[in-house]
C-alpha cells in the first residue's frame, strides 16, 4: 500500500521537505509518482525511511546512514564494516559524554562559588580568567 508524502510525513513525524531531502542526499531512492505528480511512499521506503529514523536516534549522521544503507545491502559482507562504524561511533559518544561530564563539573563549580547576591560574579570572573 502506497502513501502520500502528507501522510507518510506524518506516521514518521517528519514534514514532507525532509523527506524530499532525504530523497534528494540520496538516503531515499527516488520515489514514484501518482497521476497528479505527487509523491508516493511504499512499503520498502517507509521501512528505508525508518531505518534512517533508528539510525539517527542512536547518534550516526545522515553521512554515516548513507555508508550504513549501502553495507546493509550486503550485511554479511559488510558485518565488520559496519561493526567498525558501530565502535567508532561508541567511542566518539564516550569521549562526548567525558567531555560533558567535565563541562558540568566546572559549571557545578561556578554555581557553587555563586551566591547570585554579591557585586561581583564569580562565573564572569571565571569565564574573564580563561
Excluded: W
Amino acid at each position: 500500500m502506497e502513501q502520500l508524502i502528507g501522510k507518510t510525513a506524518e506516521v514518521l513525524g517528519l514534514s514532507p521537505d525532509t523527506l524530499r531531502y532525504y530523497e534528494k542526499i540520496g538516503l531515499v531512492p527516488r520515489v514514484g509518482k501518482n497521476r497528479s505528480g505527487r509523491r508516493t511512499y511504499s512499503e520498502k521506503d517507509m521501512a528505508r525511511l525508518k531505518f534512517v529514523q533508528r539510525a539517527q536516534s542512536i547518534g550516526f549522521s545522515l553521512a554515516e546512514i548513507g555508508q550504513l544503507l549501502k553495507l546493509r545491502e550486503n550485511p554479511l559482507k559488510s558485518s565488520k564494516a559496519i561493526r567498525a562504524m558501530a565502535q567508532r561511533k561508541c567511542a566518539d559518544m564516550q569521549k562526548q559524554i567525558r567531555t560533558l561530564k567535565t563541562m558540568e563539573a566546572e559549571l557545578t563549580l561556578l554555581l557553587n562559588l555563586c551566591s547570585g547576591n554579591s557585586d561581583n560574579c564569580p562565573i564572569l570572573e571565571r569565564l574573564d580568567s580563561h
